[in-house]
C-alpha cells in the first residue's frame, strides 16, 4: 500500500512513541477505537499536563496503528525491544504520510544505496527545494511550516538511531528487525526496505 497521495503537514503529530505503544497496548486487549479513545482521556494514559489534544492525538496513533493492518505488528510495537517498536512506528508513518516516505527514501534509502553516510542540512534542504519546484500543494507550505517539518523529520532520525543528535554529519548504519523484514518482503515493499538499508 502507498502512502497518501496528498502531502499532509507533520507539525503536530510528531514520532508519538510513548503514545503509540499506549494505544497499541489497548488494542492488543480487544478494545475497539472509541473504547481507547475515552479510556486514554478519562484516565489520562498519556500522562498530558492538559488534556487539549489527548483525543486528536489518540486518533493520529490510531490512524497509524490501522495503517499498518497487521495484528503482528500492533503486537510488536507493544511486547518488542524499544528500538524495534520504534521501527515500526517508523514503518507505520511511512506508509501514512508521504512526506516521510519521500524522504525516508528518496534521501535515506537512496544514501543508503550509494553508501553515502555522510549527512547535513543541505540534504533535507534540497529535499524540500524541490518538493516545492515539483508540487503545487507544497509550495503553498510558509517557510514556518516548512522549518517546523524539517525539525520532525530531524527528530525521527534520531530517534530511530538513524542519527547520534540533530548535529551529526554522519548517518548510522541501522539493521531492520528480521520479523519485520519478512513482513516487508511479504508485502513486497522492497522500496520501503531501503529506508532501513536494507537491500537483500
Same mark, same amino acid.
Given at each position: 500500500m502507498n502512502p497518501n497521495k496528498?502531502?499532509?503537514t507533520i507539525t503536530r503529530e510528531q514520532f508519538l512513541f510513548h503514545e503509540m505503544r499506549i494505544t497499541a497496548s489497548l488494542m492488543v486487549k480487544g478494545l475497539c477505537d472509541d $473504547? =481507547?479513545?475515552d479510556a486514554i482521556y478519562n484516565e489520562n494514559l498519556y500522562q498530558y499536563?492538559? !488534556?487539549k489534544m489527548v483525543k486528536n492525538i489518540t486518533k493520529v496513533c490510531l490512524a497509524r496503528l490501522h495503517?499498518?493492518?497487521?495484528e503482528k505488528l500492533v503486537d510488536m510495537i507493544v511486547n518488542d525491544s524499544s528500538d524495534t517498536a520504534k521501527q515500526v512506528c517508523l514503518y507505520a508513518m511511512i506508509k501514512q504520510y508521504r512526506l516521510v516516505y519521500d524522504? !525516508? =527514501?528518496g534521501v535515506i534509502g537512496e544514501k543508503y544505496r550509494l553508501k553515502d553516510m555522510s549527512y547535513s542540512k543541505m540534504d533535507i534542504?534540497?529535499?524540500f527545494t524541490r518538493l516545492q519546484e515539483q508540487?503545487? $500543494?507544497v509550495a503553498k507550505w510558509s517557510d514556518s511550516s516548512i522549518q517546523k517539518m524539517k525539525q520532525v523529520l530531524t527528530k525521527i532520525l534520531v =530517534?530511530?538511531?538513524y542519527l547520534d543528535s540533530t548535529k551529526s554529519t554522519q548517518l548510522n548504519s541501522v539493521l531492520i528487525d528480521l520479523e519485520l523484514k519478512k513482513i516487508l518482503e511479504a508485502r513486497n515493499e522492497k522500496k520501503i526496505l531501503s529506508a532501513f538499508n536494507c537491500f537483500e
Open positions: 496528498t502531502y499532509r $473504547e =481507547i479513545v499536563p492538559t !488534556m495503517t499498518l493492518d497487521s524522504f !525516508m =527514501i534542504n534540497v529535499f508540487n503545487s $500543494e =530517534i530511530n538511531r
